[in-house]
């Protein structure tokens, strides 16, 4: 069975730093292209960056330059390196997996950015 758990998120400070981690299992990691997303309270979920199978990144402009997506294929794990964080970044984070007409989502990890 399919499972992307999400870790990392909590509070921090603007201009602060967290790193987020998507451990996955239950299928093959390193033919998916991985994604971050977020979902701020009253907002529709957007899409944060995402990294494909090769290892190609990309980002959404208001995260370019203060985010980073990584992932190591020989862990099953795909990370978001968030710096200068602002209180506009303050959202519920989602890992998402998809290869082909499959996608797989976590359950989500809370980060706050608040003096």
């Known amino acids: 069975q399919a499972q992307l758990v999400e870790s990392g998120g909590g509070l921090v400070q603007p201009g602060g730093s967290l790193r987020l981690s998507c451990a996955a299992s239950?299928?093959?990691?390193?033919?998916?292209?991985m994604y971050w997303y977020r979902q701020a309270p009253g907002k529709e979920r957007e899409l944060v960056a995402g990294?494909?199978?090769?290892?190609?990144?990309n980002y959404t402009d208001s995260v370019k330059g203060r985010f980073t997506i990584s992932r190591t294929n020989a862990q099953n794990t795909v990370f978001l390196q968030m710096n200068r964080l602002k209180s506009e970044d303050t959202a519920v984070y989602y890992c998402?997996?998809?290869?082909?007409?499959?996608?797989?989502w976590g359950q989500g990890t809370q980060v706050t950015v608040s003096s």
């Open positions: 239950g299928f093959t990691f390193s033919r998916y292209d």
């Open positions: 998402s997996a998809a290869y082909r007409w499959t996608v797989y």
């Open positions: 990294i494909t199978a090769a290892g190609g990144a």
